[in-house]
């Protein structure tokens, strides 16, 4: 099994920074693209950024140049960077890896349990 752990969200101020946090870990052999989307209530889910395992990157227009992803591979890891927050930021973030836990398995996504990022002054 695979789990993903988010970590980082809080209450901040408009303006304000965040740096969130995802470690994958359980039975993993491969990790390709991670990634993060959120969820504000009432609202679909979001998608807002995701890296390769080679480092390349996509981000929803709403953060591109103010949110920053990142990962570290040999932690089985990824951060998103978050600068000059605005209320409608506020959103639940939900953590994403594609994962093969076998090489004869295909691949699959899993999703982590989330943390919340609350933008207010």
């Known amino acids: 099994q695979v789990q993903l752990a988010e970590s980082g969200g809080d209450l901040v101020q408009p303006g304000g920074s965040l740096r969130l946090s995802c470690a994958a870990s359980?039975?993993?052999?491969?990790?390709?693209?991670m990634g993060w989307y959120r969820q504000a209530p009432g609202k679909q889910r979001e998608f807002v950024a995701e890296?390769?395992?080679?480092?390349?990157?996509s981000y929803a227009d709403s953060v591109k140049g103010r949110f920053t992803i990142s990962r570290d591979n040999a932690k089985n890891a990824v951060y998103l960077q978050m600068n000059s927050l605005k209320p409608e930021d506020t959103a639940m973030f939900v953590c994403?890896?594609?994962?093969?836990?076998?090489?004869?398995?295909?691949?699959?996504?899993?999703w982590g349990q989330g943390t919340q990022v609350t933008v207010s002054s």
């Open positions: 890296i390769t395992r080679g480092g390349s990157t």
């Open positions: 994403f890896s594609n994962v093969r836990v076998r090489m004869t398995v295909p691949w699959r996504v899993y």
């Open positions: 359980g039975s993993i052999f491969s990790l390709d693209t």
